[in-house]
């Protein structure tokens, strides 16, 4: 799939700004956004977005925000991505969702699995940003979503390297040995 080439170049300095906003201090002038959870964080700009409204959303205060565009007009999607933003693609993005509203979303897809990114899309849509629901707005949050769950994947996939969990038999060397005995005469418990 071209669109997933396309995300695969620019997926490794994705997450080098991603775990530099999580963990890294701000040195200098240089300050990263806040991840912490805001109420209103969806990017959703008109079906013709101008240059302004395609990187315009609405912050806590009631004023507009503007991403920081690349100074040479590129289509490198690490600027949005650096103020908090994944684009609905690699390549000339015309609306971004806040890594914010991708991470609450994953929060609640992990404790309600059937709650669905169109579910998610129409909250969204009537809650925040008061308009109708477009399919559309259903598309660009899962693809949005799934370039997030990538990023936390690769995320994910290095600490478990850094902590020597990656082997191929790392579940059997630290499983817990008493657990798996088991006594000649011992009666058969409901979940063994």
């Known amino acids: 799939m071209a669109e997933f080439h396309n ?24 300050e990263l956004p806040d991840l912490s959870p805001r109420t209103t964080e969806l990017l959703l700009p008109t079906d013709t977005p101008s240059p302004a409204s395609a990187n315009a959303t609405p912050s806590d205060s009631g004023s507009t925000a503007y991403p920081p565009s690349p100074a040479n007009g590129s289509a490198v999607p690490s600027s949005p991505f650096k103020a908090g933003y994944i684009g609905v693609s690699p390549i000339n993005p015309s609306l971004a969702i ?57 995320v994910d996939k290095r600490i478990q390297t850094a902590l020597s969990r990656n082997g191929e038999n790392w579940h059997v060397l630290n499983a817990c040995p008493p657990c798996k005995y088991k006594l000649n005469e011992e009666l058969s418990l409901v979940f063994s």
């Open 7 to 30: 995300w695969s170049l620019v997926l490794p300095e994705m997450v080098e700004v991603y775990l530099q906003q999580l963990y890294a201090t701000p040195q200098g002038d240089t």
């Open 98 to 154: 806040s890594i914010k509203t991708l991470e609450l979303y994953r929060q609640l897809h992990l404790r309600k699995v059937s709650f669905s990114a169109e579910a998610f899309a129409k909250v969204l849509c009537d809650y925040y940003m008061q308009i109708p629901y477009n399919r559309r707005y259903r598309q660009v949050l899962a693809d949005a979503f799934d370039v997030y769950l990538q990023i936390v994947w690769i």
